[in-house]
């Protein structure tokens, strides 16, 4: 399917023997939102970090399956593609210290020793922090420290970086956890913004949010997908006893 | 109730009280001995200490200068081997701490660190002095490289480990091939630690008597031949203290205060460098 952009089959992954994504098929389409719920220790991360092959660099950890990006086979690609296509952040804001505002978000460029002329680097960053929706904050103070921002701030700072690599699809891992209220509805706007480009899978525990933001939503339980439906189905009429029992509170 | 409150803030008084008397009982002999040996060196310091070489007995005059250029060109040339190599080092350890050859090779930093340096002093005689048949510069940097290189190991490895895991991650998940990652973004966030350890391990062996004693000896006139016996600081200060001339004792006072020059001026650029340049993470 054209609209296809990553889609996964019969994919599973270990932590040396413990088996925690177990047989997911999923298809995620383009400018989507897509949800990733369920209990602590489901797998979500693990997941998540299959797609842009972060999973396999801790020790013992493997996969197996299809898992691809448009109609390429994402762990027949070099890792270094991966992931200047899929872009990540994380659950706690990581911008790095020694680097400036300014050269946080041209990192994906320049820690890869790519060589690029001033004005561009200077489009992109704007490009990227207005994307981001901090460019009028630090539009003044580009060449500070990037850890002198707030945790809200820091967390789009480290958006705006994985914007900067026009990647096809955007991952987050529980991207609101670490902020205030503020910060967490500053980031949910931008959500909506960067839809328009961007396909973005974020997990997350809050369920207002997920309602929120996110057009689809998929429900893993014990390393299974359970149910992967539109996200107002879902709260509304889940089909799986398991997704209900989780939305209505009934375990964790 | 009131009472009872009354005590109890009396006994932490008394506490506090206790401690910063301990304290203070505990760096007065330090305090005295570094006044002492001000006292005693800074009137043998001028321009033409530093630039001349040791005059015969009785003969005015003379300095320290060949125990200067030693010092320094030995340090300098087991700074040259040592650093590169103990932060390599550090590297692997902190990046890979749970390999067989992390453990084996940490237990010998560990162990290497806690070797007398007079035995490294023999060890290295037995190794260079003996098959090149002459005591040299070269084989005092290679006592005092080993001696630093423990140091640097270790600062480096304890620095990286401190940071935190996510700004790795974050580097990867833009697609930075690893060694990019430990080049521009580890060692970088590392820096203020490292480069502290590397002041830290000079100021350590700069005052390194024993392991030159056996490999470098000593040298009464001005050399930069590095295949011959060379001068130090410690060792003019060892050989000079010793004997029975009350010039040579000067001289050795006046060698003493810029030895403690070095290590204080080490120590304080470390403490600049530490609060300037650490990264807030
Ligand atoms: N680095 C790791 N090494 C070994 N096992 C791990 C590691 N990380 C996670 N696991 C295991 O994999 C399983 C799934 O973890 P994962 O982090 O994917 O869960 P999660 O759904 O993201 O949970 P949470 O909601 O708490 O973030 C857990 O049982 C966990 O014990
Ligand atoms: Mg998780």
Known sequence: MEHTVVSASKFNAWFGDNHVVKDVSIGIEKNQVIAVMGPSGCGKTTFLRCINRMHELIPGATAKGSLKLYDDEVYNMNPIYVRYKIGMVFQRPNPFPNLSIYDNVVAGYKLNGLKMAKADLDNIVEKSLTSAALWKEVKDSLHKKGTFLSGGQQQRLCIARAIAMEPEVILFDEPTSALDPISTSSVEQLFHELKENYTLIIVTHNMQQAARVSDKTAFFYLGELVEFDNTKQMFTAPSDIRTQNYITGRFS | ?281
């Open chain 2, 1 to 281: 109730m009131d009472a009872r409150i009354g005590i109890r803030n009396t006994k932490s008084m008394l506490f506090k009280g206790l401690i910063v008397f301990l304290a203070f009982l505990i760096t007065l002999p330090l305090i005295v001995v570094l006044l002492y040996i001000i006292k005693q060196g800074v009137t043998q310091v001028n321009w033409h200490f530093l630039t001349h070489v040791p005059t015969p007995v009785g003969e005015p005059g003379g300095g320290i200068a060949n125990a200067l250029v030693g010092s320094l060109l030995m340090v300098g040339m087991a700074s040259v081997v040592s650093i590169p190599v103990g932060i390599l080092t550090g590297i692997y350890l902190s990046e890979n701490p749970h390999t067989k050859l992390a453990y084996w090779s940490g237990l010998c930093v560990d162990v290497l660190q806690g070797v007398p340096s007079i035995v490294i002093g023999i060890v290295v005689y037995l190794w260079i002095v003996k098959p090149l048949g002459s005591f040299s510069a070269i084989a005092g940097s290679c006592a005092l490289a080993i001696m630093m290189l423990p140091i640097v190991i270790r600062s480096t490895e304890q620095t990286l480990r401190l940071l935190p895991p996510s700004l790795k991650e974050a580097a990867l998940s833009l697609g930075v091939p690893y060694h990019r990652v430990i080049i521009k973004v580890i060692v970088p966030c590392g820096f203020a630690g490292i480069l502290s350890g590397i002041m830290l391990s000079v100021a350590r062996i700069i005052g390194e008597t024993a392991p030159l004693l056996f490999t470098a000896l000593g040298n009464s006139y001005l050399s930069y031949a590095v295949t011959k016996p060379m001068e130090s600081l410690p060792h003019v200060i060892y050989t000079y203290a010793t004997s029975p001339y009350d010039d040579w004792h000067n001289l050795a006072w006046g060698a003493s205060f810029i030895l403690l020059m070095f290590v204080l001026i080490l120590n304080i650029t470390t403490k600049l460098i530490t609060r300037k340049w650490n990264i807030q993470l």
